[in-house]
């Protein structure tokens, strides 16, 4: 069962950090799969990725472009882990108890990015927390500090 992770936003938007994000992944050697809950979000996030940093490359696709098999990030709004994704991030309120009880559970981790000057979906990542943890799920709450980086703030279960 992969640890989960709440990344409250609160300086950076979704699209500057979930690049960061996936570098880092990347970094580790590991398949990521990016869960939006639209084909537009999804099209935003490719867009985003191409064009993220010049001496970037994040290697990425969606099931149109063929292969997903082969695509060491797959952008997707379904529950499919066809790249067998170590890493699963959750952006735009996307749903995660489902998936995770499914086939499209990461090997390693999730993560759910939310902005949390967003009054919906700062409900919906507390509806998210509160249904993973009564489903056992071991979480961690990361918010961004005012300098940009990440505090953890909770933990389920306690340590």
Known sequence: MPEIAFYH????????????????????????IVQATSDASLAEID???WSYRPESFLPHGT????APESQPIYLTCGGDNPNDA??????QGAHMASTLAGAGAPRQRAALLFDGRDEAELADARAQWKELRDLG???????????GGWEEKAREPKL
Request: aromatic share 10%; glycine share 6%; hydrophobic share 40%.
């Open 137 to 147: 799920y071991s979480l961690v709450y990361h918010q961004q500090s005012e300098g």
């Open 9 to 32: 936003l609160n300086r950076a938007t979704v699209a500057q950090t979930l690049p960061m994000l996936l570098e880092r992944s990347r970094a580790r050697g590991w398949r990521a």
């Open 47 to 49: 867009a985003d990725l």
């Open 86 to 91: 170590d890493v699963r991030f959750f952006v």
């Open 63 to 66: 099931k149109a472009d063929g």
